[in-house]
């Protein structure tokens, strides 16, 4: 198990660009999954992205196409790029990792607030 903290939440304009970090306490070569959720207010939390130890990615239908999920086991750090935001993308972003596929999520970042203005 390992601790994460993200950062790079923010205000930004709509049509800006805005990069999230999610900086891991120990190494995530070994993480099968690692990604991101938001949750804005009055919703449900949603699955945004999230990436496999190969490096295989997958989005959300809402965000395919205008973000990108990265991740640097050197740096032990995931990243999530967002571009061309809409307000719509405004929410806390919460990092999580799960060791295996077989096993829940077993960390979760204290979360990042980006708020996307009009």
Same mark, same amino acid.
């Given at each position: 198990?390992?601790?994460?903290?993200?950062? %790079?939440?923010? #205000?930004?304009?709509?049509?800006?660009?805005?990069? #999230?970090?999610?900086?891991?306490?120990?190494?995530?070569? %070994?993480?099968?999954?690692?990604?991101?959720?938001?949750? /804005?207010?009055?919703?449900?939390?949603? #699955?945004? /992205?999230?990436?496999?130890?190969?490096? @295989?990615?997958?989005?959300?239908?809402?965000?395919? %196409?205008? @973000?990108?999920?990265?991740?640097?086991?050197?740096?032990?750090?995931? $990243?999530?790029?967002?571009?061309?935001?809409?307000?719509?993308?405004?929410?806390? $972003?919460?990092?999580? /990792?799960?060791?295996?596929?077989?096993?829940?999520?077993?960390?979760?970042?204290?979360?990042?607030?980006?708020?996307? @203005?009009?």
């Amino acid at each position: 198990q390992v601790q994460l903290v993200e950062s %790079g939440g923010g #205000l930004v304009q709509a049509g800006g660009s805005l990069r #999230l970090s999610c900086v891991a306490s120990g190494s995530i070569a %070994g993480l099968d999954d690692m990604g991101w959720y938001r949750q /804005a207010p009055g919703q449900q939390r949603e #699955l945004v /992205a999230h990436i496999a130890s190969n490096d @295989f990615a997958d989005y959300s239908a809402s965000v395919s %196409g205008r @973000f990108s999920i990265s991740r640097d086991n050197h740096k032990n750090t995931v $990243y999530l790029q967002m571009s061309s935001l809409k307000p719509e993308d405004t929410a806390v $972003y919460y990092c999580y /990792a799960q060791s295996t596929y077989y096993s829940g999520i077993d960390s979760w970042g204290r979360g990042t607030q980006v708020i996307v @203005f009009s």
